[in-house]
């Protein structure tokens, strides 16, 4: 599985579409996820990279506690997923989560989550 494949893998598990960043459809329904597709390799140290979760919803709870799923979801020590030649090991960042509004509607909810990506592979 390439590295791409295992990081959508991984962002799609949680139950809501998840889009890498720069491919987000122009007909998309919120609630979805987006995350930077970033890669390395094994000495390219941590990579540090967003995921956005995205709601309409007038709710602080839905968005909070999809946030608080993710964070459970990578764990204390992090998250391994098998990927061509090796390994990916995500890790929260810090500050691990920001709560946003967007200037469009006061019902579209962001949250900004810190992820970084330790690249455990050749090339």
Sequence with gaps: MTKAAALHGFFSSFGMTA????S??????LPY???????????GG??????????YTESEKIPNGKAE???RGIGLGGKILPCDGGYIWLKRGAPWC????DEA?????RRYLNVTAEYLTKN
């Design 24 to 29: 987000v459809p122009e007909d998309a329904e």
């Design 19 to 22: 889009y890498a960043a720069a």
């Design 69 to 71: 799923e993710l964070s």
């Design 33 to 43: 996820l987006t995350y930077e597709l970033i890669t390395s390799a094994w000495d």
């Design 98 to 101: 920001q709560s946003l509004r």
């Design 105 to 109: 509607s006061p019902n579209i909810k």
């Design 46 to 55: 941590e990579v540090g990279m967003t995921v956005n979760l995205w709601f």
